[in-house]
């Protein structure tokens, strides 16, 4: 009977890492790489303005002039800062269009960057 039990103990550890390995290491939460949550605040003020600081990155590096709209809708996650997929509308001459950007935030070191800009 105890050896049976000590199978058991040994069985299930064994089981453990095969399955967190199967998942892919992934894990339920925030700290999963692909386990973005819908901003439910859209029009909140730090989310237009990253907005807004995305399309301004944008006609930095590539010497367009988009102007900011609004942001509508978006996605965030924490990995080693927040990063935030946001869908958002700029006007290109005298057409508004639909672009995703992809913002990391990492207030405590004092960086925003933009490291995904393209059209819908």
Not at 84 to 99: D, M, Q
């Amino acid at each position: 009977m105890k050896a049976q039990k000590y199978c058991f103990y040994l069985l299930t550890l064994l089981i453990i890492p095969i399955y967190a390995t199967a998942r892919g290491g992934k894990h339920s939460g925030l700290d999963a790489l692909d386990d973005w949550q819908p901003i439910t605040n859209i029009n909140d003020e730090s989310v237009q303005k990253i907005g807004q600081f995305a399309v301004f990155e944008f006609n930095r590096r590539s010497n367009a002039n988009l102007l900011f709209e609004r942001v509508v809708k978006g996605e965030s996650r924490f990995s080693d800062g927040f990063y935030y997929r946001l869908v958002l509308e700029a006007k290109h001459g005298a057409k508004t269009r639909h672009y995703r950007a992809i913002v990391l935030d990492q207030p405590w070191a004092y960086v925003r960057k933009l490291t995904n800009f393209n059209a819908v």
